[in-house]
């Protein structure tokens, strides 16, 4: 038998289609989920309506994951976030000729 270990090796993480940070997404929001239907289900709420609540949940999880994914691609929900925090313009307040004024170095002996 001939196995491939190397396989894939300086690829990015991709499982189902879901790629680098969308997985973290992804599965931290099915916990979420989990733990949010797990406590409704301890506080006493009826239980349909914690399976109602948890799979309507996961499923809006998963869909718009898979649609981030599909919108932005590997890194583009990376790049979105650097364009948020970059400056539209830069304010300059000083007068001009404090740029423009010229100061001699000291000369050391």
Known sequence: ?????????????????????????????LLGTL???MIMYMAGVN?????????????????QTFSLNRKYGEHGLMK???????????ICRKPVHR???FTPKPKTV
Request: charged share 15%; glycine share 14%.
């Open 1 to 29: 038998m001939n196995y491939n270990i190397n396989k894939g090796i300086g690829r990015t993480v991709e499982f189902k289609g879901l790629k680098a940070q969308y997985l973290f997404i992804f599965v931290g929001g």
């Open 47 to 63: 239980s349909y309506i914690c399976l109602l609540l948890g799979t309507g949940g996961a499923s809006l999880i998963v869909w």
């Open 80 to 90: 979105l976030g650097a364009i948020k925090r970059h400056p539209r313009y830069i």
């Open 99 to 101: 740029y423009l004024r």
């Open 35 to 37: 733990i949010f239907v």
